[in-house]
């Protein structure tokens, strides 16, 4: 059976005192709850490893959002996955359209990022999906099977098999605009196809792929129940534990 998650990507939001007080409080709910899925929060850098020290590592897996293509040296600003993997860490997002977008992260770069992330013993949340001009000419299959082929079919089948995929329809993300549930299966079950013709079938089984854009208490649900959809990637809800917990308990 593959691994059902519920991530929550926190982005630019939350000073420490806050994120530990979210996690912690996160924490809480779910010793009380007997929860169907894995649930991992994405935080900033500045707080994993309070973030870390105040969770459970047995309910939430803790993730940076970010880490960088190079391994170590003179490179003002950046965190490599060494770092990241060195606070506790489990889990990093790579490759979300915010920052494909506004910090000219490529397919090559995200390569990069993946085998380091990989070779530190991080698990890659990578994501993938097409803005919104690319669905209306009908590109969106190709769009998203480029940035898989690009950015992660250099993989073996076995660090292939330790990557978690993320599809997140630019145009759904912070908007409120949900894919439908038709719309996520479709472009799951093609994503699954894709990893199928390069890895073959049992390989593409074994991937976790979580939705991701505006999913919220009221639509998870149904679209968790789709087949090939295997989570979710959630931004504005994960920032409300009520929120993020009604989302984990769809599963
Ligand atoms: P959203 O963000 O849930 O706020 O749409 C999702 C994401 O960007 O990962």
């Not at 005192?17 to 809480?28: K, M, Y």
């Not at 660090?159 to 993300?173: R, S």
């Not at 976790?208 to 505006?214: A, P, R, V």
Request: aromatic share 6%; proline share 2%; with cysteine.
């Amino acid at each position: 059976m593959r691994k059902k998650i519920v991530a929550g990507n926190w982005k630019m939001n939350k000073t420490l005192q806050e994120g530990v007080a979210l996690a912690s409080e996160l924490n809480d709910a779910l010793k009380v709850e007997t929860v169907k899925c894995d649930v991992v929060i994405c935080v900033p850098a500045t707080h994993i490893v309070s973030v870390v020290n105040s969770v459970s590592a047995d309910k939430i897996g803790v993730g940076a959002q970010n880490s960088a293509d190079k391994v170590s040296g003179a490179y003002t600003g950046e965190i490599s996955a060494a770092m990241v993997k060195s606070t506790g860490a489990g889990y990093v997002i790579l490759g979300h359209s915010e920052r494909r977008a506004y910090y000219g992260e490529t397919d090559a770069i995200l390569k990069t990022k993946t085998d380091l992330a990989l070779e530190n013993g991080l698990t890659p949340i990578f994501c993938i999906g097409e803005v919104l001009e690319e669905r209306q000419s009908e590109k969106h299959f190709d769009v998203v099977k480029s940035q898989i082929v690009n950015g992660l079919f250099h993989l073996s089948a076995d660090d292939f098999k330790k990557v978690v995929l993320a599809y997140e329809p630019v145009w759904a993300i912070g908007t409120g605009v949900t894919a439908s549930k038709e719309q996520a299966q479709e472009m799951h079950a093609f994503i699954r196809t894709v990893l199928a013709e390069k890895y073959g079938q049992d390989v593409a089984q074994e991937i976790s792929i979580l939705y991701g854009g505006s999913c919220n208490p009221k639509n998870a649900a149904e679209l968790f129940a789709n087949p090939d959809v295997d989570g979710g990637l959630i931004g504005g809800a994960a920032l409300k534990v009520e929120d993020f917990m009604a989302i984990i308990k769809a599963w």
